[in-house]
Structures are given as structure tokens and as C-alpha cells.
């Protein structure tokens, strides 16, 4: 990603990361563990996250270290939202804006059924792609004034 999008940051889904991490831990220990790890992306300031996932790696790497693992490699480009004023936090901590879009190019791609050739499918996909970008950009998905005041953000979290 660094060589298309220089100077980007990088935010992992912050839901698809909560499921990576519990996929390691037993059934009958989920929803204790599940509780702890969503409470780390209920707050709203970096430092407090950082305190928190300090305990939950403390807490739980003896039990499930498989899924410590996974958390340890994944939590900082889990948490990047953080570092961004936090009337941004609910639209970009997720991936559901992308996951809408390919949903709706698989939908209309199975309407087609068979296409002639790669290019024929490009296009109907750029054209799905198209018209959603026209529709964010008239409901303004991202309030760009907020991170302009920004600049560019504040490092919260320190980066491991």
C-alpha cells in the first residue's frame, strides 16, 4: 500500500480484527474475552486504548496465546482511527463502506451472469463504483473540515 498511497494510513477493520482475535479463543470463553477486547474500541482517546490492550495482552496472553499473537500484530493499525478527531470514528474504523460497494458489484455481476470478456466486467464494475462515489461525495460520508482542522493527525497512540 505504501508504493500507491505514500504518506497513507493504514486502519484495519476494527470488527474483522475482533473476530481474527476470537477465532483462537474456546467457545466457552468468548463472551469474557469478547467483553474485554471490544471495551478497548469503546473509548475514544488513544492513551486509554493503549492502557487497555496493555491489560487485555496481560490478562489473557498465559491462557490464549494464539490469539494474544494475533491481537500483538494486529492492534495498532486496529486503533490508526484513534489518532483522527472523533466525529470521524464511527466512519472509518469499519470497513463497511467498501464492503457495501463489493456487495453491490457481486449483485449486479450475478444479474449479468456471463460476460463476453475481463474488460466487459471491468466496466460494469467501475460503473458501480462510479455512481457510489457520486453519492458519497453528495452526502458527505467523511466531514473533510474536521480533518483539515486537524492537519495532519496527532499521533495518540505511539507507534510500536
Known amino acids: 500500500m505504501a508504493a500507491e498511497l505514500p504518506g497513507a494510513e493504514w486502519q484495519r477493520c476494527a470488527v474483522h480484527f475482533q473476530r481474527n482475535v476470537l477465532s ?5 470463553s468468548m463472551a469474557e474475552v469478547a467483553e474485554d477486547l471490544s471495551a478497548i474500541f469503546k473509548v475514544r482517546r488513544g492513551k486509554t486504548a493503549e492502557t487497555l490492550a496493555e491489560e487485555f495482552v ?5 491462557n490464549y496465546p494464539k490469539a494474544i499473537s494475533v491481537f500483538e500484530a494486529g492492534i ?3 486503533l490508526t ?3 483522527y478527531p472523533g466525529s470521524q470514528h464511527a ?13 453491490e458489484v457481486k449483485r449486479r455481476t450475478r444479474v449479468v451472469g456471463v460476460f463476453p470478456n475481463e474488460t466487459s466486467a ?4 467501475t460503473e458501480i463504483a462510479l455512481r457510489s462515489s457520486e453519492e458519497w461525495a453528495l452526502r458527505r460520508y467523511l466531514t473533510m473540515e474536521a480533518l483539515e482542522a486537524v492537519g495532519k493527525p496527532n499521533p495518540q497512540l505511539s507507534r510500536h
Do not use: G, Q, W
Not at 58 to 62: A, T, W
Not at 122 to 125: D, I
Open 24 to 28: 483462537h479463543v474456546p467457545a466457552a
Open 58 to 62: 496481560s490478562l489473557y496472553e498465559k
Open 76 to 78: 495498532e493499525d486496529a
Open 81 to 83: 482511527y484513534l489518532r
Open 91 to 103: 466512519r472509518i474504523r469499519s470497513t463497511n463502506m467498501l464492503e457495501r460497494l463489493f456487495k
Open 122 to 125: 471491468a466496466t460494469l464494475a
